[in-house]
């Protein structure tokens, strides 16, 4: 054990990802239309997983090691440690595995929290294949650690970054990877500080990302992060599942979700109105807002938080609307409790990267 974590870790401190054996099959990254110079991937695209592996452990030791095992055999995943020396605890749990050696890595990535979602970097692909890392304001300027890691993860990967002084939360930008985008109004009053109105914000979405249609959605009241994620996904390029709750247990935020909704079914995708699904969403307590929605794709496993034995009917009620979404796919369910608690869930606290070959890692042609 210790000669082959050895040899592992010999192979992974100080390089890039080699990404010569990430399974794809059919989930495949699909080309960018012809008419878009570049766009933002969606979830459901084939990727590369990075988590903060430091940020997970401070919140449930062991949390990473249970995502790595559900995505196991499916992807690459990229575990962020603070020192280089936490690279043998981090990988001794997935080191038997039969994939650990080719799809697991360490980086020296160092991180104050789980939110790699909001604070990493966004991915913007061209037409022919080729991305680069963005990097927006972060709204929590004390988290230097969390801000410096865009920056990090372009130079582990070789790949060009730029900044970009627009307040833009990944939780808060769902996109459907045809030029579709969905957030919450909150993304117009973060930018505020930046003199920014929404025209602006518009402008800069459709120049920077390739984005068509920005549809600005309510928050829920009392939400704390004020995130589109929380109550919406993209299954696929022309669906979009939607939260509800019912009127007895929130009927404020019963009929913004259903506003939401009603929003969305009137949004055209490829010449035809894009679909709209509902899941119930569990009921929340105080500062505490669980959520079907907040999930990980994973080239044909979906990663769905549980809440220990909370809301069991609703939560099987949930997966069985992905299973006849997503056909093919594996479901695997993973408790989020922790998670949540701290205002956050899968989503979250992991980071998607486009699945590239060696040629793709340029940066994309100027629209």
């Not at 210790?2 to 890039?16: E, K």
């Not at 970097?121 to 890392?133: A, E, K, M, T, Y």
């Not at 807002?289 to 099987?316: C, H, K, S």
Request: with cysteine; hydrophobic share 45%; aromatic share 6%.
């Amino acid at each position: 054990m210790a000669a082959r974590l050895s040899i592992l870790l010999t192979l992974i401190l100080g390089t890039g990802l080699l990404l010569g054996n990430v399974w794809v099959g059919e989930h495949a990254l699909p080309k960018t239309p012809q008419h878009l110079a570049r766009r933002l991937p969606a979830d459901f695209e084939a990727q590369v997983l990075v988590l903060p592996w430091n940020g997970l452990e401070a919140i449930e030791p062991g949390l990473a090691a249970k995502i790595v095992s559900a995505v196991e055999g499916r992807l690459q995943v990229a575990l962020l440690v603070n020192q280089a020396s936490e690279c043998e605890q981090a990988l001794s749990r997935q080191v038997d595995s039969k994939s650990a050696d080719s799809q697991l890595r360490c980086w020296h990535i160092a991180h104050d929290t789980a939110w790699i979602r909001d604070y990493g970097p966004l991915s913007v692909v061209d037409r022919n294949g080729r991305f680069q890392l963005i990097d927006p304001e972060y709204y929590l300027a004390h988290r230097q650690r969390d801000i410096r890691v865009p920056a990090q993860l372009a130079a582990q990967l070789s790949l060009k970054h730029h900044a970009l002084p627009v307040m833009l939360s990944g939780g808060n930008l769902l996109s459907n990877g045809q030029g579709l985008v969905l957030a919450t109004y909150d993304l117009v009053g973060e930018n505020l500080g930046f003199d920014l109105d929404e025209g602006e914000i518009r402008e800069i979405l459709a120049r920077e990302f390739g984005v068509e249609q920005l549809v600005l959605l309510e928050p829920l009241k009392g939400e704390i992060t004020g995130h589109v994620d929380v109550f919406a996904t993209f299954p696929a390029f022309d669906t979009v599942v939607v939260g509800s709750y019912l009127e007895q247990v929130d009927a404020t935020n019963a009929a913004i979700l259903d506003r939401n909704a009603k929003r969305l079914s009137q949004v055209k995708v490829a010449g035809k109105l894009l679909r709209v699904e509902r899941i119930a969403m569990p009921p929340h307590m105080r500062d505490v807002w669980p959520t079907y929605t907040n999930v990980i794709y994973a080239n044909g496993v979906l990663v769905m938080p549980r809440y220990q034995l909370f809301d069991v009917e609703g939560r099987q009620a949930a997966r069985a609307t992905y299973e006849r979404l997503l056909p093919g796919w594996k479901i695997v369910e993973i408790d989020a409790w922790e998670l949540v608690r701290q205002e956050g869930a899968l989503r979250c606290a992991s980071l998607a990267l486009p699945a590239w070959n060696a040629d793709s890692r340029q940066a994309p042609a100027q629209p």
